[in-house]
């Protein structure tokens, strides 16, 4: 696997080995912020014929991502300006990627569910969609405990929006990490 920068949050290279990624694959990282820590790793994995999706709904991020792409001659990356809030408003096809990734996004909103439904659209079927969110614990970094999304709520709502528990991980010292498919 190519050289993954670590953060102090969690081991970004551990996480994408979990997902399985490979050359070809089309891949989103639906919420991915300025930095790409999670595009740019994931385009050297896809490799040229593969696909990263960098979904956004902030377009100075956007920016940032396609200027970085440029310099780095990652040709594979493609950013997409989305509201995940609403049902089919990215602009990517149904059923088109292999995996998508929601890195501490569900917390940021009122509209967890259909923030899901949206990457499960998305994905194809066997797909495979990780979610890596801030622990409901007494921890010295992150959202209000208020604004945290509880893992076993998440895996209570799982199966009935059309996905199974795959893996259940520890993503670094303050989040954890479910790794789902989409039946």
Same mark, same amino acid.
Request: with cysteine; hydrophobic share 40%; proline share 4%.
């Given at each position: 696997?190519?050289?993954?920068?670590? =953060?102090?949050?969690?081991?970004?290279?551990?996480?994408l080995?979990?997902?399985?990624? &490979?050359?070809?694959?089309?891949?989103?990282?639906? &919420?991915?912020?300025?930095? &790409?820590?999670?595009?740019?790793?994931?385009?050297?994995? $896809?490799?040229?014929?593969?696909? $990263?999706?960098?979904?956004?709904?902030?377009?100075?991020?956007?920016?940032?991502i #396609?200027? +970085? !792409?440029? %310099?780095?001659?990652?040709?594979?990356?493609?950013? $997409?300006? !989305?509201?995940?809030?609403?049902? %089919?408003a #990215?602009?990517?096809?149904? !059923?088109?990627?292999?995996?998508?990734?929601?890195i501490?996004?569900?917390?940021?909103?009122e509209?967890?569910? +259909?923030i899901?439904?949206e990457?499960?659209?998305?994905?194809?079927?066997? &797909?495979k969609?990780?979610?890596?969110?801030? %622990? !409901?614990?007494?921890?010295p970094?992150?959202?209000?405990?208020?604004?945290? $999304?509880?893992?076993?709520?998440?895996?209570?709502?799982?199966? %009935?929006?059309?996905l199974?528990i795959?893996e259940?991980?520890?993503?670094g010292?303050?989040?954890?990490?479910?790794?789902? =498919?989409?039946?």
């Open positions: 696997m190519p050289e993954i920068r670590k =953060t102090s949050l969690f081991n970004i290279a551990t996480i080995e979990k997902m399985n990624i &490979g050359e070809k694959q089309h891949v989103a990282e639906l &919420g991915c912020g300025n930095f &790409g820590f999670f595009v740019f790793p994931l385009a050297r994995l $896809v490799g040229k014929q593969g696909k $990263v999706y960098a979904v956004d709904i902030l377009k100075p991020t956007l920016e940032e #396609t200027r +970085e !792409s440029k %310099k780095e001659n990652l040709t594979q990356v493609y950013t $997409v300006w !989305s509201n995940l809030e609403i049902f %089919k #990215t602009k990517i096809e149904n !059923s088109s990627l292999d995996n998508a990734l929601l501490n996004i569900l917390h940021q909103s509209k967890k569910i +259909e899901l439904r990457a499960i659209r998305l994905l194809k079927r066997g &797909g969609l990780l979610i890596v969110e801030w %622990k !409901s614990t007494d921890i970094l992150g959202p209000k405990p208020e604004r945290r $999304v509880n893992v076993d709520s998440l895996k209570t709502a799982i199966p %009935k929006i059309g199974t795959k259940e991980f520890e993503a010292p303050y989040h954890y990490g479910l790794i789902l =498919t989409k039946l």
